[in-house]
């Protein structure tokens, strides 16, 4: 698979290209140089195509547990399909992990209540708020991919690297 590279070694490459892509996919636009920009679009409508083809994929299972006085309690529960796990588990190889940061509006009580159940934020960003969104476009415009926006922005001051602003649309 050939590549851009970018001025810089393998591993050095791969590192600003998945810290880029998680950015991108958790702020929503990120600002960077042309070719920069050009190979993180490539690898964020990877993973966004895998999180649209992939995001309502989910089985639903009756499970049977004891609650604190020993009854036994029949508990409906909404787990993801192999597939859907396996691209989560893709998804979680390529992206870095960010955490949720406290709202200057919330104390730390409501932070600990709001992300007590998400361990993975950015994985689970890509597929509760864009995966769906992107899978009702696509039904609604029969078309697929072209989730991504390139502005250019012009010279950069200093080495005259031609700056690019890329967002998910």
Same mark, same amino acid.
């Given at each position: %698979?050939?590549?851009? *590279?970018?001025?810089?070694?393998?591993?050095?490459? *791969?590192?600003?290209?998945?810290?880029?892509?998680?950015? +991108?996919?958790?702020?929503?636009?990120?600002?960077?140089?042309?070719?920069? $920009?050009?190979?993180?679009?490539? $690898?964020?409508?990877?993973?966004?195509?895998?999180?649209?083809?992939?995001?309502?994929?989910?089985?639903?299972?009756? #499970?049977?547990?004891?609650? =604190? *006085?020993?009854? +036994? %309690?029949?508990?409906?529960?909404?787990? =993801? $399909?192999?597939? *859907?796990?396996? $691209?989560?588990?893709?998804? %979680?190889?390529? +992206?870095?992990?960010? /955490?949720?940061?406290?709202?200057?509006?919330?104390?730390?009580?409501?932070? #600990?209540?709001?992300? #007590? =159940?998400?361990?993975?934020?950015?994985? !689970?960003?890509?597929?509760? !708020?864009?995966?769906?969104?992107?899978?009702?476009?696509?039904? !609604? #415009?029969k078309c697929a991919g072209g989730y991504t926006r390139i502005y /250019?922005?012009?010279?950069?001051?200093?080495?005259?690297?031609? %700056?690019? +602003?890329?967002?998910i649309i």
């Amino acid at each position: %698979m050939a590549q851009r *590279k970018l001025g810089r070694t393998a591993d050095q490459r *791969k590192a600003l290209i998945r810290n880029q892509v998680t950015n +991108l996919i958790w702020y929503g636009r990120i600002e960077t140089t042309e070719a920069r $920009a050009k190979e993180v679009r490539r $690898a964020a409508e990877r993973l966004i195509t895998l999180a649209v083809q992939e995001c309502d994929n989910t089985v639903t299972a009756t #499970k049977e547990t004891h609650n =604190d *006085k020993g009854q +036994l %309690m029949t508990i409906e529960v909404v787990n =993801d $399909a192999p597939s *859907k796990l396996h $691209a989560r588990r893709i998804i %979680m190889s390529y +992206l870095y992990e960010l /955490k949720d940061v406290q709202r200057a509006d919330e104390d730390k009580a409501d932070w #600990k209540e709001r992300t #007590k =159940d998400v361990k993975y934020p950015v994985v !689970e960003k890509l597929f509760r !708020e864009i995966g769906p969104k992107f899978k009702a476009r696509n039904e !609604e #415009k029969k078309c697929a991919g072209g989730y991504t926006r390139i502005y /250019k922005l012009g010279p950069r001051r200093g080495d005259a690297a031609e %700056m690019c +602003l890329i967002e998910i649309i």
